[in-house]
Every structure is written in C-alpha cells, then in structure tokens.
C-alpha cells in the first residue's frame, strides 16, 4: 500500500513530488478524488480548506473531483473513487470523519481500494489511518446512533501516532515539550510534522518528506 500522509497537503515542490513517485504517473495523468468530509463540522473560516484545493490544482492534475462521503449514497461515490488514482482526505475533524468511513461503509472497502491507490492525507486525514485518534485536538462529537461516545480508535493502517501542525501558531500546544509529556508511557513512535512537511509510505517503509521541521520520538 501507498501513502503520503502531510500536515498541510501539497504546500512544497517536494511533497508534491512525493505523491508523483507514488502514484507512478505523470501529474496530467493523475486523477484525484478529494474527500472534504472531515471538513464539514468545522464551524470557522474555510480559506484553510480553500488553499489545499488551490495547492492541489497548481499541480495541473488530469482531474480533481470533490466526493463527500457523507453527502452521497454509495452507488454514487465509490465508482468516483474506483476512477480515481489517488484518493485525498482533506483536513477538518478527525472522529467525524473515522464516524463517516464507518458508517458509509468505505473502511471496510479502503484496504482493497489501496491495492491500486495512493491515500493522501491532510491532517485529520492523516491521522484517521493510524490505530490510535488520541492525539487529535478534535472535539469528540455525539452521534445518536452511536452507543456510548465515540471510541479513539482510527483505521489501524500504522501503529505509530501522527501529529500534525508542529510548531503551528494555530496549535500552541504541538510543540516538543509536549509532545514528549504525551510519549510518555507510550510504546510507539510519535511522528510530529510542520506544514512543509510529510509522511511517504510505501509498503511499510517510511520516508520523511520535508522543507521544514519534524519530529520522531
């Protein structure tokens, strides 16, 4: 399997380079399905999302198609996903968007779907492949039909803990300092990544990508 997991999307020529080499194919080959879902909660100012799509398509991709998961019956979304050469997870909160894999039914179809596609994360979609939501900033959001609160458990693809938005403004607290507070009693690894960088991940080997700061404890 194939994954680019970022903090901010293609923000640099060299994770836009990545995702290429994953893929295979030459960017006006590519076929892009962007996943918005994770967005949708978010009660703020969009220009965020907005600049993940515009990073996307200054790539000059064969397409890029906007497939919320949420919003569509499944007869609708999975041909666009199964067309698609790599399928893009966008940024937002990260227990609604595991809560919509579930409930539409793509978790369970991911893994065959990443036999012949590249996953691409941002943020929330990043850390939704890991086993473990814990470190998310997200507010756990109630769903009737859920028993009980949401769990933490994410798609389970990797064992280590992916945070994004190192040293970000926007999260005062994604700083080494506590990040190594939270490592603490922890067994696995953490991988904390700024905007410029990335995660490129192809059958279970790990690359880190990056323009600017990261770290791996």
Request: charged share 30%; glycine share 6%; proline share 4%.
């Given at each position: 399997?194939?994954?680019?997991?970022?903090?901010?999307?293609?923000?640099?020529?060299?994770?836009?380079?990545?995702?290429?080499?994953l893929?295979?194919?030459?960017?006006?080959?590519?076929?892009?399905?962007?996943?918005?879902?994770?967005?949708?909660p978010?009660?703020?100012?969009?220009?965020?999302?907005?600049?993940?799509?515009?990073n996307?398509?200054?790539?000059?991709?064969?397409?890029?198609?906007?497939?919320?998961?949420s919003?569509?019956?499944?007869?609708?979304?999975?041909?666009?996903?199964?067309?698609?050469?790599?399928?893009?997870?966008?940024?937002?909160?990260?227990?609604?968007?595991?809560?919509?894999?579930?409930?539409s039914?793509?978790?369970?179809?991911?893994?065959?779907?990443?036999?012949t596609?590249?996953?691409?994360?941002?943020?929330?979609?990043?850390?939704?492949?890991?086993?473990?939501?814990?470190?998310?900033?997200?507010?756990?959001?109630y769903?009737?039909?859920?028993?009980?609160?949401?769990?933490?458990?994410?798609?389970?693809?990797?064992?280590?803990?992916?945070?994004?938005?190192?040293?970000?403004?926007?999260?005062?607290?994604?700083?080494?300092?506590?990040?190594?507070?939270?490592?603490?009693?922890?067994?696995?690894?953490?991988?904390?990544?700024?905007?410029?960088?990335?995660?490129?991940?192809?059958?279970?080997?790990?690359?880190?990508?990056?323009?600017?700061?990261?770290?791996?404890i």
């Open positions: 399997m194939k994954f680019l997991l970022t903090s901010s999307g293609l923000t640099n020529k060299s994770i836009a380079k990545a995702l290429l080499e893929v295979g194919k030459k960017a006006k080959e590519t076929i892009i399905a962007f996943i918005p879902t994770a967005a949708n978010i009660q703020d100012d969009k220009t965020w999302l907005i600049n993940d799509l515009y996307l398509k200054k790539q000059n991709f064969k397409s890029i198609d906007i497939v919320d998961i919003a569509l019956p499944k007869k609708n979304w999975l041909p666009r996903l199964e067309d698609a050469d790599v399928l893009f997870f966008s940024g937002g909160n990260v227990f609604h968007l595991m809560y919509w894999l579930k409930k039914g793509l978790a369970k179809i991911l893994p065959k779907l990443l036999k596609k590249v996953y691409a994360g941002i943020s929330a979609g990043s850390m939704v492949t890991t086993k473990d939501l814990s470190f998310s900033s997200a507010k756990r959001l769903y009737e039909d859920l028993k009980g609160k949401p769990d933490e458990k994410g798609l389970g693809f990797f064992n280590f803990y992916f945070r994004p938005h190192l040293n970000s403004p926007h999260f005062p607290k994604v700083r080494k300092k506590f990040l190594l507070e939270m490592k603490k009693g922890l067994k696995d690894s953490i991988y904390a990544l700024d905007d410029q960088s990335a995660l490129k991940i192809k059958n279970g080997k790990i690359d880190i990508i990056t323009e600017g700061k990261y770290l791996k």
